[in-house]
C-alpha cells in the first residue's frame, strides 16, 4: 500500500506544480525484494488504550489516561516484548525497529530484509507483518458557499466562537506557524479548559518554541520510517514540524484557520479566508517529508494524536491503491483508523483523485468518512480581447496588460518568433512551447503578447507554465497565451496566479479563432517566415471572481465509487465516498518555501483543488457538530452529517458530475456524492442517528464474504461472537447491496437527538427494478428514543449495474432524515 497527499492530478497536468497536485512522483517506492524494506507488525495483547481489569474496564470512546503509572508500565511492557521478540527471532545486525506502537495498536515498525519479515510471520504473538510500500505525496468562499456565517456560526456566537474547546489533529507536511492563519489573537483569547489534551512542542529548523502559540497547541514530526528509507535533504526535510511544501498548513487552515485573514498574492487582494471551525485549535503530525514518506509515520503519527487527546483527526493523506496480499479493511492503514474511531476520534479521510473511472475511491473502512470534491458557484475567468474585438474567454489568475485591456500589444506566434540560424534542437519544447528564451528572437516578442503551444513538452509533462512566465521575464513579453493544439487535443486548465500577464485557451474552438485571426493579420515571405505582424491583442484582468453558474458540481478528479474489497475491484457492501464538500478552487495557507510549487514560491496562499481540499471542510464541520453537541460519539456525528446532506444544487436540480470529457456531464449518484453535499447548519439538528458501535465494525468484518474469525481475530484481536448476516446490517444511514439475490430482511435503528417528541413518516424512492418497503410505516419517538426499522427488499428485474434510492424520513418538526439506497440487482426470487 502507498500514501499519498490526496490532490487534483489535472492541474498539475498544466503547470506541471504541486507537491499533490500529483505533477510528480514526490515520495518514491521501489524495494527489490532482497533490499531492506519497512515492515509494519502487529501483536497480540492489548494496548494502553483499551487494556482493562476489574478496577478499570474498558468503555468504548473513552481511552485510558496514557500519563498515569499504570498506562506507563504497561507501555513499557509492550515495548519490552516487542524488543525481546526480535532479540529472540531475528539475527543481530539484520533489523532495526523504527517503532513499537503502544497506544491504540500493540505493534512496531522494522526495517529489514524480506526474508527476516518472513521469519517474523510465523513468530508467536506475531498477527500480522505487512510490507510498507512507501508513499508519494498524494477558502476564502468556501464558509459563505456553506452558509456558515449565518448558520452554524452564529449558533455559537459567530466566528469569534466557532469551534472553541475542540481539537483538530492534522496529519500531513507539517503547518508554517507563521502564517496569520495560525495566529493567537490576544484580543480573543481561548477560555477552554484542555486539561484532557496532553500535546508537546518539538523544536527544530524553522520551528521554535513560540511556535505552539495557542492556536497551534501541539505539533510533531515523524521521520524515523524516513530515514530507515532515505538520506534525508536537510535543506528541503527539515526535521521539525514546519512546512517545507504547503499542503499541510493549507489543509490545516481550511479545518481551523484564523477567520478574516485577507488573502494577498502577487499584491493582488483575493479577499478574506477562514477555516471551518477558525476557533478549534491545531494540533500539527507531520509525517510527509518532501524526499520520502512512509506507512509507517503516518500510523506512528495516528497513534500519538490519539495519546495527545485529538477531537478530530484529518487525513488528507491515504492509501494510493488497495492492497495487494489483503483485503482493503484489513490494510495497517485502516486498523489504525479502526483503532482511532474505538477511541472516541472522529476521523476524515479523502476519498482519492483518481475519478471520475469507477471504483477508484481509496476511503475503504465504514469507520472513516470518505469526502469527495466538488465546485462552488465561484471561478475566475479571464478574457483575450483581440484587434478586431473579439473576446475569448481563458483561464489565469494573472493582471492585465498594461492598459487594463485598453491598450493593445503586437501578437507574435512563438514557432514564428524562432531565431532562424538557432543550434538548439527543433523540438515543440523550444519550437512552440516558450520553454527556452534562448530559441527565440528577442526583437520579435519584447513587448509582444507570445503564443504558446500546448504540445509534446505539455502532454508528457516536461514543460510548464512556471516555465514560459520565466522565459516571458527573461525577454520581456507584454503577455502570453496558452493555446490548445489540434494534435493533442483540449486541455484542462485550473486558475494558477501568474505573476506576468497571461492567459490560458484550453479550448480547440477558442484556439482556431485566435490562430485564424493571427493568420489574417501576418505578412509571410515565400519560405512562409513571419515577416511583418499586424496582428495585436490584450489580456484582461484574470483575478476577478464570478459568482454565477450551476453549483455543486462533482470534480471530475473526485474518485468515485462503488466501495471494494480487494485489489481486483469487487465491490463491497459499503457507501464511498461518504460525502460531498468544496474541494475545488479552495483558498487557504501555503508555505513560501513551497518546495515543489515554484510558482508559489514565496507565497503564504494557495488556490488549490483536490479531495484533500474538501477533506479539511468536513473535519472543521464535524469539530462545529462535536462543540454543539458534545456527547456524541464519531458515529453520531457522521450520521447527523449524511442523513442532512443535499443531493440537489443551487437550482433545485440533482447534483451533476464532470465526466472523463472536457465539459462533459452526467446526473450524478450515491458513487460520486455519497450522500451529497455537506449541509452544517442541518447537521447540528438531524431529527434521529444511526449509532454503530467498536463491536458493530468487528461484526461487519466477520460477516465479510470469504473473510474466516480466525483471520479478523488476526488482524483486529477480537472474535466473531456476534457476526452479522450481511455486511449491509451494519447501523450505517445508508444501504449498500453489492449482489442482492431475490430478497433480503434487514433491520436499521435510529436514535432521537431532539428535544422535543416528533412523529415521522417513512417513505421510499423505489430503486428501479426493486421493491423496498419499511415497516412501520410511521413512528412516534420521544428524545432519546431508540426505534426499530425493518426493511424487505425485493428484485423485480435483474440488471448488471447497481440501481439508487432513498429511504426518507419526514418528522413532524421539520426534520427529514434521507438514507440512500445502492443495490445491485443479481437475481430474482
Same mark, same amino acid.
Given at each position: 500500500m502507498s500514501i499519498s497527499l490526496v490532490s487534483s492530478q489535472y492541474a498539475s497536468f498544466l503547470v506541471a506544480v504541486v507537491l499533490f497536485l500529483l505533477c510528480s512522483p514526490i515520495i518514491k517506492s521501489s524495494f527489490a525484494d532482497d533490499q531492506r524494506a519497512i515492515y509494519l507488525v502487529l501483536m497480540e495483547g492489548e494496548p494502553v488504550a483499551f487494556r482493562q481489569s476489574d478496577a478499570t474496564p474498558f468503555e468504548e470512546g473513552k481511552t485510558l489516561d496514557p500519563n498515569s503509572l499504570a498506562s506507563k508500565a504497561h507501555a513499557k511492557r509492550l515495548v519490552d516484548s516487542h524488543d525481546l521478540l526480535l532479540q529472540s527471532t531475528l539475527k543481530l545486525g539484520t533489523y532495526n525497529k523504527i517503532y513499537s506502537f503502544k497506544h491504540i495498536v500493540n505493534g512496531f515498525a522494522i526495517h529489514t530484509t524480506s526474508s527476516q519479515a518472513k521469519i517474523l510471520e510465523s513468530a508467536r504473538g506475531v498477527r500480522l507483518v505487512e510490507k510498507d510500500r512507501g508513499a508519494k505525496l498524494m477558502t476564502t468562499y468556501s464558509p459563505q458557499y456553506l452558509g456558515l456565517p449565518t448558520g452554524v456560526w452564529s449558533r455559537k456566537g459567530g466566528y469569534r466562537n466557532a469551534g472553541e474547546g475542540i481539537v483538530v489533529g492534522v496529519i500531513d507536511t507539517g503547518i508554517n506557524p507563521m502564517h496569520p492563519s495560525f495566529a493567537y489573537d490576544t484580543t480573543n483569547p481561548f477560555t477552554s479548559n484542555?486539561?484532557?489534551?496532553?500535546?508537546?512542542?518539538?523544536?527544530?529548523?524553522?520551528?521554535?518554541?513560540?511556535?505552539?502559540?495557542?492556536?497551534?497547541?501541539?505539533?510533531?514530526?515523524?521521520?524515523?520510517?524516513?530515514?530507515?528509507?532515505?538520506?534525508?535533504?536537510?535543506?528541503?526535510?527539515?526535521?521539525?514540524?514546519?512546512?517545507?511544501?504547503?499542503?499541510?498548513?493549507?489543509?490545516?487552515?481550511?479545518?481551523?484557520?484564523?477567520?478574516?485573514?485577507?488573502?494577498?498574492?502577487?499584491?493582488?487582494?483575493?479577499?478574506?479566508?477562514?477555516?471551518? /471551525?477558525? &476557533? *478549534?485549535?491545531?494540533? @500539527?503530525?507531520? +509525517?510527509?517529508?518532501?524526499?520520502?514518506?512512509?506507512?509507517?509515520? !503516518? $500510523? %506512528?503519527?495516528?497513534?500519538?494524536?490519539?495519546?495527545?487527546?485529538?477531537?478530530?483527526?484529518?487525513?488528507?493523506?491515504?492509501?494510493?491503491?488497495?492492497?495487494?496480499?489483503?483485503?482493503?479493511?484489513?490494510?495497517?492503514?485502516?486498523?489504525?483508523?479502526?483503532? /482511532?474511531? &474505538? *477511541?472516541?476520534?472522529? @476521523?476524515?479521510? +479523502?476519498?482519492?483523485?483518481?475519478?471520475?473511472?469507477?471504483?477508484? !475511491? $481509496? %476511503?475503504?473502512?465504514?469507520?472513516?468518512?470518505?469526502?469527495?470534491?466538488?465546485?462552488?458557484?465561484?471561478?475566475?475567468?479571464?478574457?483575450?480581447?483581440?484587434?478586431?474585438?473579439?473576446?475569448?474567454?481563458?483561464?489565469?489568475?494573472?493582471?492585465?496588460?498594461?492598459?487594463?485591456?485598453?491598450?493593445?500589444?503586437?501578437l507574435v506566434l512563438a514557432k514564428d518568433a524562432v531565431k532562424e540560424n538557432g543550434t538548439f534542437p527543433k523540438t515543440p519544447e523550444y519550437v512552440e512551447e516558450c520553454q527556452y528564451p534562448e530559441a527565440l528572437d528577442p526583437t520579435a516578442v519584447?513587448?509582444?503578447?507570445?503564443?504558446?503551444?500546448?504540445?509534446?513538452?505539455?502532454?508528457?509533462?516536461?514543460?510548464?507554465?512556471?516555465?514560459?512566465?520565466?522565459?516571458?521575464?527573461?525577454?520581456?513579453?507584454?503577455?502570453?497565451?496558452?493555446?490548445?493544439?489540434?494534435?493533442?487535443?483540449?486541455?484542462?486548465?485550473?486558475?494558477?496566479?501568474?505573476?506576468?500577464?497571461?492567459?490560458?485557451?484550453?479550448?480547440?474552438?477558442?484556439?482556431?479563432?485566435?490562430?485564424?485571426?493571427?493568420?489574417?493579420?501576418?505578412?509571410?515571405?515565400?519560405?512562409?517566415?513571419?515577416?511583418?505582424?499586424?496582428?495585436?491583442?490584450?489580456?484582461?484582468?484574470?483575478?476577478?471572481?464570478?459568482?454565477?453558474?450551476?453549483?455543486?458540481?462533482?470534480?471530475?478528479?473526485?474518485?468515485?465509487?462503488?466501495?471494494?474489497?480487494?485489489?481486483?475491484?469487487?465491490?463491497?457492501?459499503?457507501?464511498?465516498?461518504?460525502?460531498?464538500?468544496?474541494?475545488?478552487?479552495?483558498?487557504?495557507?501555503?508555505?513560501?518555501?513551497?518546495?515543489?510549487?515554484?510558482?508559489?514560491?514565496?507565497?503564504?496562499?494557495?488556490?488549490?483543488?483536490?479531495?484533500?481540499?474538501?477533506?479539511?471542510?468536513?473535519?472543521?464541520?464535524?469539530?462545529?457538530?462535536?462543540?454543539?453537541?458534545?456527547?456524541?460519539?464519531?458515529?453520531?456525528?457522521?450520521?447527523?452529517?449524511?442523513?442532512?446532506?443535499?443531493?440537489?444544487?443551487?437550482?433545485?436540480?440533482?447534483?451533476?458530475?464532470?465526466?472523463?470529457?472536457i465539459d462533459s456531464l452526467y446526473p450524478s449518484t450515491p458513487f460520486d456524492i455519497g450522500a451529497g453535499l455537506i449541509n452544517p447548519t442541518r447537521a447540528l439538528d438531524p431529527g434521529l442517528v444511526f449509532e454503530s458501535g467498536f463491536e458493530d465494525y468487528i461484526n461487519f468484518l466477520c460477516s465479510l464474504p470469504n473473510v474466516d474469525p480466525p483471520t479478523v481475530k488476526a488482524m483486529t484481536g477480537k472474535l466473531c461472537n456476534n457476526s452479522f448476516a450481511c455486511p449491509s446490517d451494519l447501523n450505517v444511514p445508508s444501504i449498500t447491496i453489492s449482489s442482492l439475490n431475490g430478497s433480503r430482511f434487514m433491520k436499521r435503528t435510529v436514535k432521537s437527538v431532539a428535544t422535543k417528541t416528533e412523529t415521522y413518516l417513512c417513505s421510499v424512492l423505489q430503486p428501479p427494478g426493486i421493491a423496498i418497503n419499511v415497516t412501520p410505516s410511521w413512528f412516534t419517538i420521544n428524545p432519546k428514543g431508540i426505534q426499530d426499522l425493518y426493511i424487505k427488499l425485493e428484485v423485480n428485474e435483474v440488471k448488471d449495474d447497481f440501481s439508487f434510492g432513498e429511504i426518507v424520513l419526514t418528522g413532524s418538526l421539520d426534520h427529514i432524515v434521507r438514507v440512500p439506497l445502492a443495490i445491485l440487482r443479481a437475481s430474482v426470487s
Open positions: 484542555l486539561s484532557r489534551f496532553s500535546g508537546a512542542c518539538e523544536t527544530g529548523p524553522r520551528f521554535d518554541v513560540s511556535a505552539c502559540n495557542g492556536k497551534i497547541v501541539s505539533a510533531r514530526y515523524f521521520s524515523a520510517g524516513a530515514q530507515a528509507v532515505t538520506p534525508l535533504n536537510s535543506s528541503i526535510d527539515f526535521l521539525s514540524p514546519f512546512d517545507a511544501v504547503g499542503h499541510g498548513s493549507h489543509v490545516a487552515s481550511t479545518a481551523a484557520g484564523n477567520s478574516m485573514v485577507p488573502v494577498i498574492m502577487n499584491g493582488f487582494f483575493y479577499g478574506f479566508a477562514s477555516g471551518m /471551525a477558525p &476557533r *478549534a485549535r491545531i494540533a @500539527v503530525y507531520k +509525517a510527509i517529508f518532501p524526499s520520502v514518506g512512509t506507512v509507517a509515520d !503516518v $500510523v %506512528s503519527a495516528i497513534d500519538q494524536a490519539i495519546i495527545d487527546g485529538v477531537d478530530i483527526l484529518t487525513l488528507s493523506v491515504g492509501p494510493d491503491e488497495p492492497p495487494e496480499d489483503t483485503i482493503t479493511f484489513f490494510n495497517v492503514f485502516d486498523i489504525f483508523m479502526l483503532f /482511532a474511531r &474505538r *477511541a472516541g476520534v472522529f @476521523v476524515v479521510q +479523502a476519498a482519492g483523485n483518481k475519478g471520475p473511472s469507477p471504483s477508484t !475511491v $481509496v %476511503s475503504f473502512s465504514p469507520w472513516a468518512v470518505g469526502v469527495a470534491a466538488c465546485s462552488t458557484d465561484r471561478s475566475f475567468p479571464g478574457t483575450l480581447i483581440l484587434g478586431d474585438g473579439q473576446r475569448i474567454s481563458g483561464v489565469g489568475l494573472s493582471g492585465p496588460t498594461m492598459g487594463n485591456g485598453l491598450l493593445q500589444y503586437k519584447q513587448g509582444s503578447i507570445v503564443i504558446c503551444s500546448f504540445s509534446a513538452g505539455f502532454a508528457n509533462g516536461t514543460s510548464t507554465v512556471t516555465t514560459i512566465i520565466d522565459t516571458a521575464r527573461a525577454l520581456g513579453f507584454a503577455g502570453f497565451i496558452l493555446v490548445a493544439n489540434p494534435a493533442y487535443g483540449e486541455f484542462i486548465a485550473e486558475p494558477i496566479p501568474f505573476s506576468v500577464p497571461g492567459i490560458m485557451v484550453p479550448r480547440l474552438v477558442d484556439a482556431k479563432i485566435i490562430a485564424d485571426y493571427y493568420e489574417q493579420q501576418i505578412y509571410r515571405d515565400q519560405s512562409g517566415f513571419g515577416r511583418r505582424y499586424s496582428g495585436k491583442a490584450a489580456i484582461g484582468d484574470g483575478r476577478l471572481a464570478h459568482f454565477q453558474g450551476q453549483a455543486p458540481v462533482v470534480s471530475r478528479f473526485s474518485s468515485r465509487g462503488p466501495d471494494i474489497i480487494d485489489s481486483n475491484r469487487n465491490p463491497v457492501d459499503v457507501l464511498k465516498p461518504d460525502i460531498l464538500a468544496p474541494g475545488h478552487l479552495v483558498w487557504a495557507a501555503w508555505s513560501p518555501v513551497s518546495i515543489f510549487d515554484q510558482i508559489l514560491m514565496g507565497q503564504n496562499y494557495a488556490l488549490l483543488s483536490g479531495t484533500s481540499m474538501a477533506t479539511p471542510h468536513v473535519s472543521g464541520i464535524a469539530a462545529l457538530i462535536k462543540q454543539f453537541n458534545p456527547l456524541w460519539t464519531p458515529s453520531m456525528i457522521a450520521s447527523s452529517i449524511s442523513t442532512t446532506a443535499s443531493k440537489f444544487d443551487n437550482r433545485g436540480e440533482p447534483i451533476m458530475a464532470e465526466g472523463a470529457e
